[in-house]
């Protein structure tokens, strides 16, 4: 099966507990999301590949990517979304490489939108609906900022789409604006 969003969204949260991957995998489906119509492709299918991304990573952070096989063909999910999902993770926790443009947006924007998300927290308004471009690519050239998202991996991923960086940030960027209120960074009443 290929889970629509509700389906998708239950099956995240049966496996994630932590607030904080929850937000994340919002924050991914809705950039996802974005892309997708960017690309004049399957929006609600970016979104659950987006959504399930890390369906593993709460209780298996050690088998990250490998788990989520064994989670998702449990619930029945079609072996594409499988592979999608797990293509993320390519060289850096298996070695399932992302070979859709799907895939591959998945693949660079999962780190990015970890970026965005603290640049955000850091700005004060807390929101992502004030942040332009050049905020935030301040932020990405620090690399003690965020130190945990993987800038190369996005770099890498930029290379695989054939996109410029900037393109990409930008996008993202839009793509998180969407989802602002429902992720906690819309802007403050």
Not at 80 to 88: A, D, G, K, L, P
Not at 95 to 114: Q, R
Request: some cysteine; aromatic content about 6%; hydrophobic content about 40%.
């Amino acid at each position: 099966m290929i889970p629509n969003r509700q389906q998708a969204y239950d099956i995240l949260t049966k496996y994630t507990h932590s607030p904080d991957l929850v937000k994340h995998a919002l924050c991914v489906e809705g950039t996802m999301r974005h892309f997708a119509r960017l690309a004049g492709a399957d929006e609600g299918l970016w979104g659950v590949v987006g959504l399930l991304h890390d369906v593993d990573y709460d209780q298996y952070p050690e088998e990250h990517c490998k788990k989520a096989v064994e989670l998702l063909q449990a619930e029945g999910v079609d072996d594409s979304v499988i592979h999608s999902v797990c293509s993320h993770g390519y060289g850096l926790c298996c070695d399932v490489a992302p070979e859709s443009e799907m895939e591959k947006t998945l693949y660079t924007v999962d780190e990015l939108t970890g970026i965005i998300n603290a640049a955000a927290l850091v700005r004060p308004s807390k929101s992502v609906m004030d942040m332009e471009l050049k905020s935030l690519k301040k932020k990405f050239k620090d690399k003690k900022f965020a130190a945990g998202c993987n800038r190369d991996v996005i770099r890498g991923g930029c290379e695989l789409l054939g996109k410029e960086l900037d393109w990409v940030m930008a996008e993202a960027l839009e793509g998180m604006k969407e989802v602002a209120d429902q992720v906690g960074l819309g802007m403050a009443e």
